[in-house]
């Protein structure tokens, strides 16, 4: 028999990579192709956006990848094995630098969201609950209505950024998420956690994916402790 705290899991919805260049492309020329490469097909008439830039999104495998002339990015939502996803990242990685070569990069970070579902907590009194754990009690907080923990903790030499707080579904979809997903709870505490590496290094798809498994082992192991302090207290 299941038991108050298992339904109250915090579990993983978002991955998302982001790759800053150190260089900008300087072709103005390369979106059309590397549209193709990616989707497998041109684009259609409605889908053409001004050069230089490719956004593709798939509403049926929560996807989107994104490049211009001095980024790009992977997100995947509906995350249930982060392992396969890393290896999907890496593919469309791969697919773009093949037609528009990556070279080195100025930064890269990986990017996580987690709900953990709170039963039995209105959005005031979860809200309350928050700041009574992580915010000390202060005159300033007397009339808050809404409140939000955000970190930067040194991890080796990398980056990682806490940041979390009360929400509802309508907040998340209208803020973070890009798709539509299933089986959000209406109340629940949200957690960004992500790693980033800000060392110029070339691109390698081997690196990316070290890169991928390392940041998350990190930013897992930070959620787990953030669900720790909430274990005893839901």
């Known amino acids: 028999m299941s038991t108050g705290w298992e339904r109250q899991q915090l579990r993983i919805i978002h991955l998302e990579i982001e790759l800053d260049f150190a260089e900008e492309f300087t072709s103005y020329s390369i979106s059309q192709q590397l549209y193709k490469a990616l989707a497998g097909r041109p684009p259609h008439p409605v889908e ?5 830039g490719v ?21 995947i939502e509906s995350v ?31 990017i996580t969201y ?4 709170t039963e039995n907590y209105s959005f005031k009194s979860l809200e309350q609950k928050y700041r ?13 209505f809404d409140s939000s923990v955000i970190i930067d903790i040194k991890v080796d030499d990398l980056i990682l950024h806490h940041q979390s ?51 998350f082992e990190h930013c897992k192991y930070h959620s787990e402790l953030f669900e720790g302090i909430w274990r005893e207290i839901l």
């Open 48 to 52: 053409k956006t001004p050069e230089p």
């Open 55 to 75: 956004i593709l999104r798939s509403p049926k495998r929560k996807q989107l990848v994104g490049w211009d002339t001095n980024s790009c990015r992977v997100a």
């Open 80 to 110: 249930t094995n982060p392992e396969e996803c890393f290896s999907e990242m890496v593919v469309l990685l791969e697919t773009i630098n093949k037609v528009a070569p990556i070279g080195k990069l100025a930064r890269k970070q990986l």
């Open 114 to 117: 987690w709900l953990l579902p």
């Open 132 to 144: 009574q754990t992580l915010i000390t009690e202060q005159p300033i907080w007397k009339n808050a």
């Open 165 to 215: 707080g009360p929400m509802g579904t309508r907040q998340l979809r209208d803020e973070y998420t890009i798709f539509k997903l299933e089986n959000i709870p209406s109340i629940f505490i949200f957690l960004w956690t992500s790693i980033l590496g800000d060392e110029v290094v070339e691109y390698s798809g081997q690196d990316i994916r070290t890169f991928l498994a390392s940041s």
